[in-house]
């Protein structure tokens, strides 16, 4: 039975193993892995393997910021209200027209924006101070020089680093790669993940459910997870708690997998198929400083020639999104080549009074408000209570040392939904 600390008490947590180093175990389980181009559209979320220089500068020429009509400054100067200036409109210049006339003092060109400003013109007059004329137009304020033109090369100039290797690919930067000129772009290929869970109690979604059955939830979270952090998931749904069973269930995927993780079959019970299946093979099992996620396997899957890494979470859904999110995230986004291996950390008031485990790291789930800059638990600590952690935008980290941590305290918080 566990107390309100979320842990039972049976654990000498003198032997466990610290947070950390079983983090950096789990990263020096992964190798990096290679370079490739990769289209545009499916660069998304992954991580640039080299830096990437523009060939031409942006604006690639100087342009017209408005629709309306190009001007030498000098020509419209005294022009108000009262003492409107009348231009001929010698030329029409569309977004995209290549061939474009010299502007002659004394005229117009009706220019659309975008479109490639004349030779000669100074400035561009919007519309709206005019009386929209094709033939002659009529300006009604003067405009500076300079006004509502975009130059060559204001925003990115030619040779110059737009984005650098490590970062992830979001909207904006495949928007940047794009608008220089590239097609493709130089990546690290994502790790691919095979995600299985195991347990005979488990039902598949949309099925019925039988006393003492629950739905299979572990499999669609970790796989989302895994995508969610520039990942390839492959799920393999679940395996009953069956050795032979977990063995075949591998057996086709090991030439395209980069990491077997699993969830399930990890504590003390009598069918623990993951640890019956793995154990003494290359794979460790572990007991590590942290709640939720203390039992943990870790190593390498060898049959037919290959030698795959494993990580096994427990089975509780909160214990396994938890140590997949302290443990395998980081490991995934540094094999796939990631700058920011680690979700971004604040220093945030907590606002309720926590008790924590003495000895293990606890991860609560919280709520934080940026407004106040403090955070609020969604849910209690127990390692089933996964729909706090579906309410939650943020991780709270309590130390080892603290068993008790008090309202209006400085507490570290990792945001879930950034990066
Ligand atoms: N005697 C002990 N019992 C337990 C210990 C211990 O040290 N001594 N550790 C506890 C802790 S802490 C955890 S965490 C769990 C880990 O257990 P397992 O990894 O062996 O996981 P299971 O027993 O297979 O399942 C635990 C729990 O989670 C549910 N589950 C499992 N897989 C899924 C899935 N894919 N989708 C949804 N839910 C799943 C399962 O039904 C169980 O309720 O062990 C404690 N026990
Ligand atoms: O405390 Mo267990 O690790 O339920 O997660």
């Not at 030329?91 to 490639?116: W, Y």
């Amino acid at each position: 039975m566990s107390d309100d600390r979320g842990v039972g008490h049976t654990t000498d947590t003198s032997t466990l193993l610290p947070v950390d180093e079983y983090r950096e175990r789990i990263s020096n389980l992964l190798a990096a892995t290679r370079e490739r181009h990769c289209p545009l559209d499916e660069c998304l979320g992954l991580a640039l393997a080299e830096d990437v220089t523009a060939p031409i500068p942006l604006p690639p020429f100087d342009n017209s910021a408005m629709d309306g009509y190009a001007v030498r400054a000098a020509d419209v100067a005294g022009a108000d209200s009262r003492h409107p200036v009348t231009l001929p409109v010698t030329a029409d210049i569309p977004a995209g027209r290549v061939e474009i006339p010299p502007l002659e003092p004394g005229t117009a060109h009706r220019i659309m924006t975008g479109a490639r400003l004349p030779p000669g013109a100074e400035a561009a007059v919007p519309v709206e101070l005019t009386d929209g004329g094709t033939e002659r137009v009529t300006v009604h304020r003067a405009v500076p020089e300079g006004s509502n033109l975009r130059r060559a090369g204001e925003d990115v100039t030619v040779g110059q680093v737009v984005l650098e290797r490590g970062q992830t690919l979001g909207a904006a930067q495949l928007g940047l790669a794009a608008a220089v000129g590239n097609a493709e772009l130089p990546i690290r290929r994502p790790p691919r993940v095979l995600v299985l869970s195991t347990g005979s109690e488990l039902v598949e979604p949309g099925t019925e459910l039988l006393p003492g059955q629950i739905y299979e939830s572990n499999g669609t979270m970790l796989a989302a997870a895994v995508r969610q952090c520039g990942g390839e998931a492959r799920l393999l749904r679940f395996v009953p708690d069956e050795v032979s069973e977990l063995h075949a269930a591998l057996a086709p995927h090991l030439a395209e997998t980069d990491l077997i993780l699993t969830s399930g079959g990890v504590s003390a019970g009598a069918y623990e198929v993951v640890k019956d299946a793995l154990a003494g093979s290359g794979v460790r099992f572990d007991k590590v400083a942290i709640q939720p996620g203390m039992p943990q396997g870790s190593g390498h899957y060898e049959a037919a020639g290959y030698r795959v890494p494993v990580v096994t979470l427990p089975g509780n859904p909160v214990s396994s999104i938890v140590s997949f999110e302290v443990f395998v995230r980081p490991a995934l986004r540094r094999a796939g080549g990631h700058r920011e291996t680690r979700r971004p950390h604040r220093r945030v008031t907590l606002t309720e009074t926590l008790r924590s485990p003495s000895g293990k790291r606890q991860y609560r789930r919280g709520s934080f408000d940026p407004e106040a800059d403090a955070v609020t638990t969604s849910g209690g600590a127990g390692s089933h209570l996964l729909s706090g952690m579906a309410a939650a935008d943020c991780l709270l980290e309590l130390p080892e040392e603290s068993t008790e941590v008090a309202a209006g305290s400085t507490v570290d918080i990792w945001l879930l939904s950034e990066n």
